[in-house]
């Protein structure tokens, strides 16, 4: 999964990414920084997020993302910015959130290598059976997106517990 190696002295670079960045990933992104903190891991792993799309640059999370995180003591202080290839090379996971957003990186990929970060974080839910995706709460209600959250706390957890195995071992 990561490129670098547990020795290199380096943290660990995780992007999530969803569309806009002002709902998904932004919400994955206080929530893995809080997982990070609470296991002590915040030299070893660094986290941003980031959007396909350039709609929202420089603006802050969505108001109902903000409110199912504070719900959760989820703090979000985060400002839309758009995913760039160059970002390809910052980052050793890019987790994003739906098959669109895949799609969209993977086309953006300057190499194979560079795909192979692209993974969907939904698959590092071990409660979410065949769901892949995490869905996109934005038309939706303020339960869509508690639900969506839920998911992404759940996913995280497993994201973290994964690079605890892949390249924290000593962790």
Not at 10 to 28: D, H
Not at 103 to 111: D, I, Q, R
Not at 128 to 139: F, H, K, L, W
Not at 150 to 161: R, V
């Amino acid at each position: 999964m990561a490129n670098r190696n547990a020795s290199s002295g380096e943290p660990l670079r995780v992007c999530f990414v969803c569309m806009g960045n002002i709902c998904r990933s932004p919400m994955a992104e206080a929530v893995m920084y809080d997982l990070v903190r609470e296991a002590g891991l915040a030299a070893s792993i660094e986290v941003d997020s980031a959007g396909t799309s350039g709609w929202h640059i420089g603006k802050s999370p969505d108001t109902r993302a903000l409110e199912a995180a504070k719900k959760q003591g989820v703090y979000m202080a985060h400002r839309g910015r758009q995913f760039t290839r160059g970002d390809f090379d910052k980052f050793d996971v890019i987790a994003v959130m739906d098959i669109d957003n895949r799609t969209e990186l993977l086309g953006m990929a300057p190499n194979a290598d560079e795909a192979s970060k692209v993974r969907l974080l939904r698959t590092f839910d071990p409660d979410a059976q065949s769901a892949i995706e995490i869905a996109d709460p934005y038309y939706g209600t303020a339960s869509d997106f508690e639900r969506a959250l839920d998911e992404i706390t759940s996913s995280c957890t497993g994201l973290l517990a994964s690079l605890r195995v892949e390249y924290l071992q000593d962790h």
